[in-house]
């Protein structure tokens, strides 16, 4: 299927430090797509990219079809009531849907008639998704879209485009620094770190296709040597390993399928120069 | 029509959850051949879950006959669960009370039974899978 | 797209409106007073409605009577134009990015490019349309009262608020405040830049304003006084009896005396020796027959300027840096 977000070599250069690299991920249609990494990592970057905020310096991003964006901090016009926000998105978009816009701000208990400025984070976050998604877009990018909500407003702001994706063949790609927000409502992942895409790929094929393995400490070089280590931590004469695929192995080994904070985790913690044998740059499970 | 709930913290993958609650009504009988199962939307809309899990646990359901989707109306109860028919359930039920009550004329308690009853059922699904 | 310009702007837009009513009915008010002044006062040999007619005693007169209006008035040249760069200019891109409300905007169906256009078209057009109603009030006003001795022309400050000037002005200022606000992407320190910029414009523009043209050059023998109210005076040196330029006559020729206090007795009578002895006084100047051309040079700078501005606007708006 043809993805609705390619890029392609993407590099991004802020002055002489490139803030994205090299950078070529797709996320296919109707997927909801988690952009992961730490600070700094080029998430808001790629993201700016994707909804033309930002020219690439180098290599190319593809969207196939409209694209809806909601920024961190989820700008809007504090001074404008509701209502007029709603105006500005008719006049801004050929395509709106006014009635869909009006239902689901009234469903929520958002008055039109109020300032946003008056508005509490979580309502001003829905009127921000709102608008974004009145315009029916094929991709909708959303930078850090639970940042300082409480839990309720978390809840409802995925709740809300959870349900847009069942509805529509939304896809969405949204970033988050907080693994946990995203395990059951993510299907696809991609793992940013230091400007460059590490993972790109299905979230069920990444888990299925890495194992945690703990074992003797004195063993563990022997694996490694056998197998694809992404991480590998210990304590004294405990070794715990990531790794790819499935060695066959010693009976004083216990193997499990990661967690996916773990899998994000050890990704990050071992950027493809490390001195274990990294993966492959271009992700795995792709 | 059953209501699903997620378990953030029992490290079971958030299809299987939605399989093992269908599975279990259908036991229980909560739910009955015809029966809808809420459509993904609705379950989406309750869970903040990723559709393409709800969809996914449904595909199960669906690959063991225990569900049937038809296009545009959504997804549908086939067949119940439990291997037994109702009059069977009724003759088991009275051996079982007849049991409980020698069971207690015995001096057994509460906590004894339960026991005694898990060590039988365990021993015999060991005997099975050898 | 113009309703979201009005929306967004529509505080500016009103109360400069507001203000240039408010001006409007101060000016007429005034006037009609003077007229009624000038009824009241004017000598019985003057034509009717006239302030000034071989004495100046009834213009003086209406000048005291309106010094607290003149001084208001004197500030007007520079102050309006900095506060509609610092209000209308600074805020239009500075505020978007302050607020981060560009990524707002600049991500709906709409191009950043119309956005911006449309902004920018129907704001300067409010602001030249603005200038040019101020230039329009203060035309009608100023002959009411300043008839016949009208300095249109010399006065600078007067100059910049006739003609197309304020307009230029305007324009310009708002141009800067753009792009001063895309900048810094900050509004305080755009409407700073933008405040000091316009001065800084206007104090360079009046001194080039003296080379918009070759200065006209006049020789005076028996006075140093040049009779020509509204022209602008650009030198005047001496010239010794073989019309060399002399930047300062020798004392040998005729001696100098300091004047104590007030008194001009001294100088008088040295350019008079001066005078006597076959010297004389060249003034250079521009007469006030080229108020147009003076005005369109000073409008065409402006709107180049402005339209350089707009251009560095546009481009960093353009080049988008998120």
Same mark, same amino acid.
């Given at each position: 299927m043809t993805p609705v977000l390619e890029t392609t070599g993407l590099g991004v250069r802020y002055g002489r430090t490139w803030a994205l690299r090299d950078c070529s991920l797709a996320v296919p249609r109707g997927r909801v797509a988690a952009l992961v990494g730490p600070n700094g990592a080029g998430k808001t970057t790629l993201m700016? =990219?994707?909804?033309? %905020?930002?020219?690439?310096?180098?290599?190319?991003? =593809?969207?196939? !079809?409209?694209?809806?964006?909601?920024?961190? +901090?989820?700008? %809007?016009? +504090?001074?404008? =009531?509701?209502?007029?926000?709603? =105006?500005? !998105?008719?006049?801004?978009n050929p395509r709106w849907d006014e009635e869909a816009a009006r239902d689901r701000l009234g469903r929520l208990g958002i008055p039109l008639e109020r300032r946003v400025g008056r508005l509490s984070g979580g309502q001003q976050a829905q009127v921000a998704l709102t608008l974004a998604l009145a315009r029916r877009p094929a991709l909708l990018v959303l930078d850090e879209p639970l940042a300082n909500l409480d839990p309720l407003a978390r809840h409802d702001v995925m709740r809300a485009v959870m349900a847009e994706v069942a509805a529509h063949e939304l896809t969405v790609l949204l970033s988050s620094h907080v693994v946990s927000d995203l395990t059951d409502t993510c299907d696809w992942l991609i793992v940013l770190n230091g400007g460059r895409a590490q993972v790109s790929g299905d979230i069920e094929d990444l888990l299925d296709g890495h194992r945690v393995l703990t074992g003797p400490a004195g063993l563990a070089e022997g694996v490694a040597a056998r197998t694809r280590v992404v991480a590998a931590s210990g304590s004294g004469r405990q070794a715990t390993l990531l790794v790819r695929d499935r060695p066959v192995l010693d009976p004083r080994w216990s193997d499990r399928r990661p967690g996916l904070d773990e899998l994000v985790l050890a990704y990050l913690r071992s950027p493809g120069s490390a001195a274990l044998p990294g993966p492959a740059r271009q992700g795995v499970g792709a | 029509m059953i209501e699903f709930h997620l378990d953030r913290g029992s490290g079971v993958s958030t299809y299987l959850q939605l399989v093992h609650q269908v599975r279990h009504a259908l036991r229980l009988g909560a739910l009955r051949p015809g029966d809808q199962l809420p459509t993904a939307r609705e379950v989406v809309e309750s869970l903040a879950i990723n559709p393409n899990t709800v969809l996914k646990a449904y595909r199960e359901l669906e690959r063991e006959g225990l569900v049937e989707g038809r296009p545009g109306q959504g997804t549908f109860v086939r067949r119940t669960l439990g291997g037994a028919t109702l009059a069977e359930h009724t003759r088991l039920r009275r051996g079982l009370e007849q049991w409980v009550r020698q069971a207690r004329g015995a001096g057994l308690d509460q906590d004894d039974l339960n026991a005694l009853f898990t060590a039988v059922t365990t021993d015999l699904a060991k005997e099975d899978i050898a | 797209m113009i309703w979201l310009t009005w929306r967004q702007h529509r505080a500016q837009i009103l109360v400069t409106a507001g203000f240039l009513a408010v001006l409007g009915l101060l000016l007429l008010g005034s006037a009609v007073e003077a007229k009624l002044y000038v009824a009241e006062h004017a000598?019985?040999?003057?034509? &009717?409605?006239? &302030?000034?007619?071989? /004495?100046? /005693?009834? &213009?003086? &007169?209406?000048?005291?009577?309106?010094?607290a209006v003149y001084s208001l008035f004197g500030w007007m040249p520079l102050v309006l134009p900095a506060l509609i760069g610092a209000f209308w200019g600074a805020p239009l891109l500075g505020r978007e990015y302050e607020r981060g409300t560009h990524r707002l905007a600049w991500t709906q169906a709409m191009p950043v490019r119309r956005w911006l256009a449309v902004k920018l078209a129907v704001l300067g057009g409010a602001v030249v349309a603005g200038g040019l109603a101020l230039s329009a009030m203060v035309s009608l006003w100023r002959p009411v009262f300043r008839d016949g001795i009208d300095s249109t022309f010399g006065n600078i400050g007067v100059f910049n608020m006739v003609g197309v000037a304020p307009a230029a002005w305007w324009l310009f200022a708002f141009a800067l405040g753009t792009a001063a606000g895309t900048l810094f992407r900050r509004t305080l320190p755009a409407m700073a830049l933008t405040v000091a910029g316009v001065a800084v414009a206007m104090f360079t523009l009046v001194t080039l304003s003296d080379h918009y043209a070759e200065p006209a050059r006049t020789v005076l023998t028996g006075t140093v006084v040049f009779d020509e109210p509204d022209a602008r005076l650009v030198g005047a040196t001496w010239l010794d009896p073989a019309g060399?330029?002399?930047? /300062?006559?020798p004392s040998s020729v005729c001696p100098r005396r300091v004047d104590a206090g007030r008194s001009s007795r001294n100088a008088e009578a040295w350019q008079a020796c001066l005078f006597g002895k076959g010297y004389r006084y060249a003034v250079s100047y521009h007469p006030p027959s080229r108020f147009w051309r003076f005005q369109w040079t000073e409008a065409a700078i402006l709107t180049l300027a402005a339209a350089a501005l707009g251009g560095l606007a546009v481009r960093r708006t353009l080049r988008r840096r998120a």
């Open positions: 700016h =990219t994707a909804v033309g %905020l930002l020219k690439p310096s180098a290599g190319q991003v =593809t969207v196939r !079809g409209e694209v809806a964006f909601v920024a961190q +901090d989820k700008p %809007l016009y +504090d001074g404008f =009531t509701v209502a007029e926000m709603l =105006t500005f !998105g008719r006049r801004m | - | 000598p019985p040999s003057c034509p &009717a409605g006239t &302030a000034y007619c071989g /004495d100046l /005693d009834v &213009a003086v &007169a209406l000048g005291e009577r309106y010094d060399r330029e002399v930047a /300062d006559p």
